[in-house]
Structures are given as structure tokens and as C-alpha cells.
């Protein structure tokens, strides 16, 4: 019984990846300007990679197989997902900034820039 | 010529050299569809290499591991120390001492608190493949490229003063380095010392005893739950790789750092 809900509850979590790859890939595609697209590449990374990852290492668990394979799995999974977890907001973070300071990309339609306005300030 | 030119001109060149190394392979019979058989030397080592009391036994499952560090140790010896003399010569063309920079402004704390919390994680990494390179694919060259990118996050995030006040000094990874490589020379060297001693044949980069050579590293523990696999001098030229490239590669990116790579 609890096998059979942790190997169904894992394949969910591998189909919302994939889903949400798709919704990524799709945003990727279709939104206007550099920060759009990075919020899209992020939810590509985490939502189609970590969340997969974490269904991985749930599916693993409910399946017939030998239990030092399971728990190899299991680490290695959960460990991949908690890099990706921590690495990639990081780096899209300082993407966006790093853009944003060097005034390569401009974010054109934009109501309010509080970095703009931070570094008027202080010049 | 314009730029288009060249790209072009490198592009066909590449174009035909690759060409002609297929058409090569496929009529000296090495690649191709049809071909389904391992070439003799592959099957030598694929089939010699875990095999007790065979030519090439290395006491290691990991065949890969076991033609760089045993069938070609020397010439795994002469690769680190054209990598040693490289580095040498990059410190020689850069820098004198390094410079404490203080940390890059525009680093939010968000990447700052992230690379303090990857670097541990990276280097943990590091040392797994390494150690593990004689069980797993991997070994010392990789696992001291993997341990490299830890200083360089922890530059970009924080600065070289903070590699510096954490014990990254010039003076220290270069004595790691040589370190380094004279234990993979004296590893490799040693059996040859105890055969001389002792009066038996000995190779350089020996690692189990051979028809000809009765002398050999330890190749495994044996315990009561079980062996612990050492695949002789393998776990032993892995950790001192690891040692010699992981110094290396963080004194290359200190140096180029300290030229005046970053801001002044």
C-alpha cells in the first residue's frame, strides 16, 4: 500500500516537471525581453529539475529493488535537487543584476526601478 | 582579410580533417555499422584488468583508472608535471604576491550566502571523486578540477582576501603542489627502491606483483565485513593528483586575479 503511494506520488511530481518544462520552454519562447524570459528559464530549472529530482527519489523508494540501490538513489536525487535549489535562483539573480548594472538590457516596460533610482541616489 | 574569412577557412579545415579521419577509421576497419568487435589492446584490459594473477591486474574494477595509473603510469607522471611546469610558468608570467582584494562591489548577499553554502558542498564533492577513483569513473585530475571551482565561486562572491584569510596563500598551495607530484614520483619510484634492496625485478609504476617482478603495493584490507578495495598505488597517485591539481588550478585563478583581472 504506502509502496504504491509513494510510486504514484513520484510520478506525479515527474509529470509536473515535465509540465512545467513546457510551460517554460513556452515562456522562454514567447516572452518579450531578457528579465521575462529569466523568470521562464528559472521555472524550467526549478520546477522541470528539481521537482522531477524529488520524484525520483520518492518513485525509488516504492519500488522492488534491492535497498542500498534504493537509498543510493534516493541521496543522490534529494542531494542533486537541494544544489539546484540552492545554485539556481542565485545565478538568475545575479544575471538579472549584472544585466541590469552593466545597462545591457533595459527593463523597458517597467512601472517602477528601484536599482535605478538606488544608484541615482547615490551618485 | 575580413573575419567572415577566417571562420570560414577554420570551419572547412576542421570540415576536412574530420573527414579524413572518418574515411580513415572506416577503411582501416576501426569504425563503422558493421563493426562490432573491440579492437585485441581494449580486450586485453577489458579482460585482463579485474582478473587475478593476469599480466595487467590492478587489484581495481575500474579499468579506466587502471590503464591511466598502471599500464601508462609514466606517461600520467610526465602529463602532471607538464600541467606543474604550466602553472610554474603562469606565476612566473602574472604575479609576484597576491593582493587581498576586499569584496566585489555589486555582490548582492543573496550569491554571497549561497557560495559560502555551495563551497563546502563542492569541495565534499571533490574529495569523493577522488578518493573514490579507483571504485568509480573519476580519479585525482578530475576530482582537483571539481575542488577549483570552490575558490573561484568563493572569489567572485567574496574577494581574494577572503581566500587569502582562509589559508589560500601563495606560499602554502605551491608547497602542496610540489608536494604533490614528488609523492607521485616517489610512488612511482618505489618499488624499484625495494627491489634494488631486496635484489628482485622491479618496474617503474608497478603496482601488483608481476610474473617477472615479486613486489607489489597492497592491493586490498582484508576485515572480517568484507575487503576494503585499494587498488594498490591507484588510491594513493589519486590522492596526490588531487592534491597537485586542485593546488594548481586555485594558485592559476589567484593569479590571474591578482594581474588585475578584477577591479582595482
Known sequence: ?123 | MKSSTHAAISVTVALIFALTVAIALIKLGFAGPWVTQNINLANMFLTGVPVPHSCCFSASPEVVTSVIWDERGIDTFYETSVLFLAIIGTLYVLAGTFKARPTPEGMTLIVRVISKLVAPIIIVVSLSVALHGHLTPGGGFQGGAIFAVAPVLLLAGWGSSKLLSLGFERDTLLSLRVTGVLLIALTGIGTLIIGLLKGVNAYVFLNQPKPQAPIGYLGWISTPWGNIVLGGTLILLNIFEFLAVAAGFTLAILAVDSSGGGKE
Open chain 1, 1 to 123: 500500500m504506502i509502496d504504491q503511494i509513494l510510486f504514484w506520488f513520484g510520478v506525479a511530481l515527474l509529470f509536473m516537471g515535465g509540465v512545467l518544462d513546457v510551460i517554460a520552454s513556452v515562456g522562454m519562447n514567447r516572452f518579450r525581453n531578457f528579465y521575462l524570459r529569466l523568470h521562464a528559464a528559472t521555472i524550467g530549472s526549478i520546477g522541470g529539475g528539481v521537482y522531477p529530482l524529488v520524484g525520483v527519489a520518492i518513485l525509488v523508494l516504492g519500488l522492488d529493488v534491492p535497498s542500498t540501490f534504493k537509498y543510493y538513489i534516493t541521496g543522490s536525487a534529494l542531494i542533486s535537487a537541494l544544489i539546484v535549489v540552492l545554485t539556481s535562483p542565485a545565478g538568475s539573480h545575479i544575471l538579472a543584476k549584472a544585466a541590469h548594472k552593466s545597462r545591457e538590457v533595459l527593463p523597458k516596460p517597467a512601472i517602477v526601478d528601484r536599482l535605478k533610482e538606488k544608484e541615482v541616489n547615490e551618485e
